[in-house]
């Protein structure tokens, strides 16, 4: 297929207008959720200042956990995960979907002994927090949310 000139500016054209929009929540904000995989943690940035640090459980396995950029979009303070058990996830921060197009969220469990395991990979893929530390987290986000209309991006690496 041979295009012409003025075909081939349009899709050039088409290609730089949906990559400028489709790209523009790439850029990093300066207030958001971080998480160090290699390390475990996740940090709260505020103004690019870190006001908070937990320990976390990712993925166990490598890519369970997905890299990038992201932004909640969905919350509660409880739910239920039929894919797992009937699991109660609490301070729930939905941020993606699997390949099995199950959430992967930012989430405490409701028994404590899972917490013993945190700051060591061992989630399907979700983000594990502590309790208490998810209670703090929620909070912020439901601040954030209400300061700027939006959810808050969450950065994982």
């Known amino acids: 297929m041979i295009l012409n000139k003025k075909t081939f500016l349009f899709f050039l054209f088409l290609l730089f207008f949906s990559a400028k929009v489709f790209c523009q929540d790439l850029q990093l904000e300066s207030s958001r959720i971080e998480v160090d995989l290699t390390n475990q943690k996740l940090y709260v940035l505020k103004e690019n200042l870190r006001v908070f640090e937990f320990l976390i459980s990712s993925g166990q396995y490598p890519g369970s956990t997905p890299k990038g ?69 929620f909070s912020w986000v439901i601040n954030y949310k209400k300061s700027n209309n939006q959810y808050p991006q969450i950065y994982i690496y």
């Open 69 to 137: 950029i992201f932004r909640v979009f969905s919350m509660g303070k409880k739910s239920i995960s039929p894919n797992y058990n009937n699991a109660v996830l609490l301070n729930y921060l939905a941020f993606t979907y699997s390949k099995k197009n199950y959430p992967i969220a930012i989430h405490a469990l409701n028994y404590s002994s899972y917490e013993k395991k945190l700051g060591h990979p061992a989630s399907h893929g979700c983000v594990r927090v502590s309790r208490k530390d998810s209670k703090t987290l």
